[in-house]
């Protein structure tokens, strides 16, 4: 009973997070609680630490201090089935969408659920084209990721998680490689998402997307969280926090704030 901590209601708690690489410090003492259908937005500065603590979340790399709870009980994987059993149950979202170029778009979301969740063919075809079509991109199913645009690209990356039923997706800057004209697509897949009461950490540098979505804005900077708070409180007009200065120097790019 002494392994079995609970962390209240948390689908996710990443507690204690460091992480060094390359001799430098990198995250510092990162922690994070999500609770079912709640939105945790990161954001912050470039190499504040958020890929690399999304990354530590989901093993991609070790943290080296640390603690990760899925559902209150600790988890550390070590061997290969271990790290695969975890990312079935925390999807991740990357900027780039790493999708296999050699396999069509309904392969590319059906092939871990052949492979990892062990799911005859047909079933992971026919799953496959459900999520597709939830992220509206049935009809594209049997073309290659080179005939798709960056934002049909992603959404099929969103369909690739999706499949897995993941208990948690991470989603690290899903929209900062797309041409500003197709960033609205993705941003309407992950909203319906959110609505749909998926749990979800995401870094991004889209404030408004933050500001609207959030249940809670997590500061980062130089590995470490500074500021977190709910975005009203955080982003109030007049107020005083990094926060709102960061998302201001944002907006002021774009002549708003
Ligand atoms: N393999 C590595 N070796 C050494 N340093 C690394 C390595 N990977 C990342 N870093 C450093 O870690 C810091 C945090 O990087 P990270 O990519 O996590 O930041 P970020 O907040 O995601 O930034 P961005 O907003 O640009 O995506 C940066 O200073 C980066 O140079
Ligand atoms: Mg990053």
């Given at each position: 009973m002494?392994t079995?901590?609970t962390?209240?209601?948390?689908v996710?708690?990443?507690?204690?997070?460091?992480?060094?690489?390359?001799?430098?410090?990198?995250?510092?003492?990162?922690?994070?609680?999500?609770?079912?259908?709640?939105?945790?937005?990161?954001?912050?500065?470039?190499?504040?630490?958020?890929?690399?603590?999304?990354?530590?979340?989901?093993?991609?790399?070790?943290?080296?201090?640390?603690?990760?709870?899925?559902n209150?009980?600790?988890?550390?994987?070590?061997?290969?089935?271990?790290?695969?059993?975890l990312r079935e149950?925390v999807?991740?979202?990357?900027?780039?969408?790493?999708?296999?170029?050699?396999?069509?778009?309904?392969?590319n979301?059906?092939?871990?659920l052949?492979?990892?969740?062990?799911?005859?063919r047909?079933?992971?075809?026919?799953?496959?084209?459900?999520?597709?079509?939830?992220v509206g991109?049935s009809r594209?199913a049997?073309?290659?990721?080179?005939q798709?645009?960056?934002?049909?690209k992603?959404?099929?990356?969103?369909?690739?998680?999706?499949?897995?039923?993941?208990?948690?997706i991470?989603?690290?800057?899903p929209?900062?490689?797309?041409?500003?004209?197709l960033?609205g697509e993705?941003?309407?897949?992950?909203?319906?998402?959110?609505?749909?009461g998926?749990?979800?950490?995401?870094?991004?540098?889209?404030?408004?997307?933050a500001r609207?979505?959030a249940t809670?804005?997590?500061?980062?900077?130089?590995?470490?969280?500074?500021?977190?708070?709910?975005?009203?409180?955080?982003?109030?007009s007049?107020?005083?926090?990094?926060?709102?200065?960061?998302?201001?120097?944002?907006a002021?790019?774009?002549g708003?704030?």
């Amino acid at each position: 009973m002494t392994t079995h901590i609970t962390s209240g209601s948390a689908v996710l708690e990443a507690r204690g997070f460091c992480k060094s690489l390359g001799g430098k410090r990198i995250l510092n003492d990162v922690s994070l609680r999500v609770n079912k259908g709640e939105m945790k937005v990161l954001i912050g500065p470039s190499g504040a630490g958020k890929s690399t603590f999304l990354q530590c979340i989901n093993y991609l790399i070790p943290p080296d201090e640390g603690v990760l709870f899925l559902n209150g009980t600790p988890v550390a994987p070590s061997v290969k089935r271990e790290l695969y059993a975890l990312r079935e149950r925390v999807g991740m979202i990357f900027q780039d969408f790493n999708l296999f170029d050699h396999l069509t778009v309904q392969e590319n979301v059906s092939i871990a659920l052949v492979k990892v969740k062990g799911m005859n063919r047909g079933a992971a075809a026919l799953r496959a084209m459900e999520e597709l079509e939830r992220v509206g991109l049935s009809r594209r199913a049997s073309v290659y990721p080179a005939q798709l645009s960056g934002g049909q690209k992603q959404r099929v990356a969103i369909a690739r998680a999706l499949a897995m039923d993941p208990e948690v997706i991470l989603l690290d800057e899903p929209t900062s490689a797309l041409d500003p004209e197709l960033v609205g697509e993705v941003s309407a897949v992950i909203r319906e998402l959110a609505r749909g009461g998926m749990t979800m950490i995401l870094a991004t540098h889209q404030m408004e997307f933050a500001r609207a979505l959030a249940t809670e804005i997590l500061f980062m900077d130089r590995g470490e969280i500074i500021e977190r708070g709910a975005p009203a409180e955080l982003l109030a007009s007049g107020g005083n926090t990094r926060t709102r200065a960061f998302f201001c120097k944002l907006a002021a790019e774009e002549g708003a704030c």
